[in-house]
């Protein structure tokens, strides 16, 4: 599902530019046909008062081409309009895939930190180091800039986590579906997403009761 996610926004991106040089194309188009329509009327100006053709009505001529102008003047505005407001969801969509990127691997962080813990108490304190150190400026640089895989794993050596990468990565994913990032998969059922548990008390032994 993040495969095809990640493919979908990629595409997205990827057609930005030849949307975008479409829109200029258009604009280009409509303001030569505005030079066009500007140079027709003044050549009828200019054959109206130095040249004037028997049965010729001018006035109505140059009121036809001036009309023209108008929606073509008009067209131009739209164009120019709508490119701004593609420039603007471009911009807000870029955004906020850093922002999913952003949170996807912070949780991933705290996914290991959890499951590094051996007692509620070290979890606690590991989890407000991982929150304290995700903000710091290289840290933050560094999640910016890399790929999730390479970002998450790179804090794990850094932070002396188990490199699970792909393991934390999934707890992430599942950890922003219930939040709603992400869609559910198609025939999911509603069941309660399992509990992070951390890893001590997996190790833990019943106590013996025989």
Same mark, same amino acid.
């Given at each position: 599902?993040?495969?095809?996610m990640?493919?979908?926004q990629?595409?997205?991106?990827?057609?930005?530019? =030849? !949307?975008? &040089?479409?829109?200029?194309?258009?604009?280009?188009?409509?303001? #030569? @046909? $505005? /030079?066009?329509?500007?140079?027709?009327?003044?050549?009828?100006?200019?054959e109206?008062?130095?040249?004037?053709?028997?049965?010729?009505?001018?006035?109505?001529?140059?009121?036809?081409?001036?009309?023209?102008?108008?929606?073509?003047?008009?067209?131009?505005?739209?164009?120019?309009?709508?490119?701004?407001?593609r420039?603007?969801?471009?911009a807000?969509?870029?955004?906020?895939?850093?922002d999913?990127?952003?949170?996807?691997?912070?949780?991933?962080m705290l996914? =290991? !930190?959890? &499951?590094?813990?051996?007692?509620?108490?070290?979890?606690?304190? #590991? @989890? $407000? /180091?991982?929150?304290?150190?995700?903000?710091?400026?290289?840290?933050?640089e560094?999640?910016?800039?890399?790929?999730?895989?390479?970002?998450?794993?790179?804090?794990?050596?850094?932070?002396?986590?188990?490199p699970?990468?792909?393991?934390?990565?999934?707890?992430?994913?599942?950890?922003?579906?219930?939040?709603?990032?992400?869609?559910?998969?198609?025939?999911?059922?509603d069941?309660?997403?399992?509990k992070?548990?951390?890893?001590?008390?997996?190790?833990?032994?019943?106590?013996?009761?025989?």
């Amino acid at each position: 599902m993040l495969r095809s996610m990640d493919t979908a926004q990629t595409d997205s991106i990827s057609e930005a530019p =030849a !949307a975008e &040089e479409r829109a200029a194309r258009h604009l280009r188009m409509l303001a #030569r @046909a $505005a /030079e066009i329509q500007m140079e027709i009327m003044e050549a009828t100006r200019t054959e109206a008062v130095e040249a004037p053709q028997p049965g010729v009505d001018y006035c109505r001529r140059i009121d036809v081409i001036a009309k023209s102008l108008r929606l073509t003047l008009l067209l131009e505005d739209k164009f120019a309009n709508h490119r701004g407001e593609r420039r603007k969801a471009a911009a807000k969509r870029e955004a906020a895939q850093e922002d999913w990127h952003d949170l996807r691997v912070k949780l991933a962080m705290l996914a =290991a !930190a959890y &499951e590094s813990s051996e007692d509620p108490e070290e979890v606690e304190r #590991r @989890a $407000a /180091e991982v929150c304290e150190r995700v903000e710091q400026p290289e840290v933050a640089e560094l999640i910016k800039a890399s790929r999730a895989e390479v970002a998450v794993a790179a804090l794990c050596r850094r932070w002396g986590f188990p490199p699970d990468v792909e393991r934390w990565l999934e707890m992430a994913d599942k950890g922003m579906e219930n939040l709603g990032f992400i869609p559910p998969q198609d025939g999911e059922d509603d069941e309660d997403p399992p509990k992070l548990r951390p890893a001590g008390a997996s190790r833990r032994k019943p106590p013996d009761t025989g």
